[in-house]
């Protein structure tokens, strides 16, 4: 079983920058590929950006392209979500999730593990 556990939301006005952590416990995610999806209220949830296992292949959604940048640190079994030029639609509730996979997926189904998310506001 994995732990996901996720921090650094919070409220941003726009334009700004935050950066989210999503750490991992119960064992190791170094394996996985992981990813950061992200859900509005009265939206669908939608992918914002996966890693692969190295992290040598990341996979981002058109809206936060050259915005948003995924990294991870195995050693320290975390993934990160640097998010810079937000803009008020970028407000949601954003989760981190691990599938048992080294490679990304664009799917939910596809993914095992999630955290319970937090909350991004950006004020415009």
């Known amino acids: 079983q994995v732990q996901l556990g996720e921090s650094g939301g919070g409220v941003v006005q726009a334009g700004g920058y935050l950066k989210l952590s999503c750490a991992a416990a119960g064992r190791t995610v170094s394996q996985d590929a992981v990813g950061w999806f992200r859900q509005a209220p009265g939206k669908e949830r939608e992918l914002v950006a996966t890693i692969s296992w190295t992290g040598g292949t990341t996979d981002d959604a058109d809206s936060v392209k050259g915005r948003f940048t995924i990294s991870r640190d195995n050693a320290k079994n975390t993934v990160y979500l640097q998010m810079n030029s937000v803009k008020p639609e970028d407000t949601a509730l954003y989760s981190c999730?691990?599938?048992?996979?080294?490679?990304?997926?664009?799917?939910?189904?596809?993914?095992?593990?999630w955290g319970q998310g937090t909350q991004v506001t950006v004020a415009s």
């Open positions: 999730t691990s599938r048992r996979a080294r490679y990304t997926s664009r799917l939910t189904y596809e993914y095992d593990y």
